[in-house]
């Protein structure tokens, strides 16, 4: 009868031990600092996304989404970090999350697991790791930035006269070019070309205002996607 009461308390302790919360490692102290240092962290991102993502467009949604990304990761692994049941269930609810937001910007997957590894190394305690990661990598991406080729890529769209073909042939070969799309209704043609000029380099649009025939001369910075 001993030895049923002992295996017993055994089994209550090892039931205890797999489903129960390991509340030495979740005390509101430790608590409070992960989500600090996952606040810190999300925030050096949101700074360095906002001053120095070169983006067509700025979007202050996901920008804010990586700060809340960052946070939320580091309760979930917290939360797996306590228990290993509920670990289990959650990773099994994440699995069928699906997300149909598009990314159209392929540097816009690089901040959110971004967001995502600094949420992970804080939600594990290591939060120096996460400072000093977060830290490093944004000196990384900040000096890529500066030392980035100053030459971008962009959409010409120029609309002219037919008899003026040879004039803005002779404009485009003056850089590098290549062509997306070309529409000729009666005399009048829209010519669409991606083109490698320097930022803000406007006396280049002149040159196509200059050409007898030429209806108007459009720019866009070119992200690499394109619909006719």
């Not at 280049?204 to 205002?209: A, D, E, K, V």
């Amino acid at each position: 009868m001993a030895n049923f009461l002992i295996s017993g308390s055994k089994l209550a302790d090892a039931a205890e031990l797999v489903g129960g919360f390991d509340i030495a490692n979740l005390s509101v102290p430790t608590i409070l600092l992960t989500l600090l240092t996952s606040a810190v962290c999300g925030g050096v991102i949101y700074l360095v996304y906002r001053f120095f993502n070169r983006s067509v467009v700025y979007n202050e949604n996901f920008n804010i989404l990586v700060i809340l990304t960052t946070v939320v990761t580091s309760f979930i692994i917290m939360t797996i970090s306590a228990n290993i049941v509920l670990s289990l269930g959650m990773v099994g609810a994440l699995s069928i999350v699906r997300f149909r937001a598009a990314v159209k910007d392929p540097l816009d997957i690089g901040f959110l697991f971004w967001g995502i590894a600094a949420g992970i190394t804080a939600g594990a305690q290591l939060y120096w790791v996460a400072l000093i990661g977060t830290a490093a990598i944004a000196v990384l991406y900040i000096l890529l930035t500066i030392f980035r080729k100053e030459k971008k890529s962009y959409l010409l769209i120029v609309r002219y006269d037919a008899a003026s073909e040879m004039n803005v042939t002779g404009v485009l070969n003056g850089v590098k070019y290549r062509l997306k799309n070309k529409t000729q209704t009666g005399s009048r043609v829209e010519l669409t070309v991606e083109v490698k000029i320097r930022k803000n380099d406007t006396a280049y649009l002149s040159r196509f205002n200059a050409i007898e025939g030429v209806e108007s001369v459009t720019l866009l910075e070119y992200s690499g996607e394109y619909m006719n």
